[in-house]
């Protein structure tokens, strides 16, 4: 399958949302834009907020979607965004990793999430449902030999991670506590946690350095972490399983296939007909090299290639289990190997890869 439409394997039927209205932050990044193109599958009356009051994929995506120009420090945009809305779909956030972007983190994922949290708190939507990440569940950060270590929802952001200062973990976890503070307060709200999430429909090209690597010398050699893989698809449907079904306050993690760093640069490289890694770095190395880089990337006042918190997460030898979403959800990750092959396909398509 290599459709950007989010697929009906773990969801709902058709127009089952017909008569209902959803509001979206973050409609133009890979999962945003999934989560829209789902909502108006299953009929319901989408809304988006964008900053440049454009949605990505022309009028047959588009058609029908609600623009609202702005962004999350705009309060009157928020309200215009929820007015009447039966689920909000807060799924904007900033990704960049490295600490030269602390303020403008702080600024997108904390205080914005705060802005949203207090107008859902205003307009009563019968959910909020936040996109956190997988990041911010707490691993042992000196792993990075041996077994894989397991974890979950229920390994919450903890003192050793904020003591790390990682940028994206760290002001996602602080998100997390307003929407949580939400809830208190109140308010309808869940948490998801997705892991790497590959699929069709990246229309920023996040992860498209990753498809080119192994047309280069960086995608010969990589770290000897572990990562868990997720479908756009099937987060997507998770998402609109949980503003269905979850219980109020609830967490759920949203993983997939897990693998070594190098497995998935070999299907990486097999799906776009590149070169396989064929060396492993120690931690210790990669390290070192993403304090480098990132150090030079500042001082050119440039966003780094590797820094050093996408280094320390690349060396972690860590799975992420989603039996609670499968169990309580119906969530059902397909294999990687589909996943990569379809996002290689979509940038095919589009001329992104040579």
Not at 44 to 59: C, H, I, K, Y
Not at 114 to 136: G, K
Not at 200 to 205: A, F, L, M, V, Y
Request: proline share 5%; hydrophobic share 45%.
């Amino acid at each position: 399958m290599t459709s950007s439409e989010p697929s009906e394997r773990s969801g709902g039927p058709a127009t089952d949302l017909a008569g209902s209205s959803a509001f979206v932050t973050g409609a133009s990044g890979l999962l945003g834009w999934a989560i829209v193109q789902l909502l108006r599958a299953r009929g319901a009356r989408v809304r988006t907020l964008l900053r440049d009051g454009r949605l990505p994929g022309g009028p047959a995506a588009t058609e029908g979607v609600e623009v609202v120009t702005g962004d999350l420090a705009d309060r009157d945009a928020l309200r215009r965004g929820m007015d009447g809305a039966r689920f909000v779909f807060h799924v904007a956030a900033d990704v960049r990793m490295y600490r030269a972007n602390w303020a403008e983190s702080l600024r997108t994922n904390v205080a914005g999430t705060r802005s949203v949290v207090e107008a859902a708190l205003e307009a009563r939507p019968e959910r909020l449902v936040f996109t956190s990440s997988a990041a911010t569940l707490a691993r042992p950060l000196d792993h990075v030999r041996g077994e894989p270590v397991t974890i979950d929802e229920s390994t919450p952001y903890d003192d050793a991670m904020a003591r790390a200062a990682m940028v994206y973990p760290h002001t996602k976890s602080l998100a997390e506590q307003e929407v949580l503070r939400g809830v208190d307060a109140g308010l309808d709200a869940v948490i998801t946690h997705p892991t790497a999430v590959f699929g069709p429909g990246d229309w920023k090209g996040n992860l498209l350095p990753l498809f080119r690597a192994s047309h280069t010398l960086l995608g010969r050699a990589v770290p000897m972490g572990w990562r868990t893989v997720c479908d756009v698809r099937d987060v997507a449907v998770t998402h609109v399983a949980a503003a269905l079904q979850a219980s109020r306050g609830q967490r759920f993690a949203l993983g997939g296939e897990s693998m070594s760093v190098r497995e998935l640069f070999a299907l990486i490289a097999a799906a776009v007909g590149g070169r396989p890694p064929v060396v492993e770095l120690p931690a210790g190395l990669v390290l070192l090299l993403g304090r480098a880089i990132e150090t030079v990337a500042t001082l050119r006042g440039r966003a780094p290639l590797l820094g050093e918190e996408m280094a320390l997460q690349s060396t972690l030898r860590v799975r992420v289990s989603s039996a609670k979403a499968e169990r309580e959800l119906g969530y059902r990750p397909r294999p990687a190997r589909e996943s990569i092959a379809d996002s290689a396909a979509w940038y095919r398509a589009r001329g992104l890869l040579s």
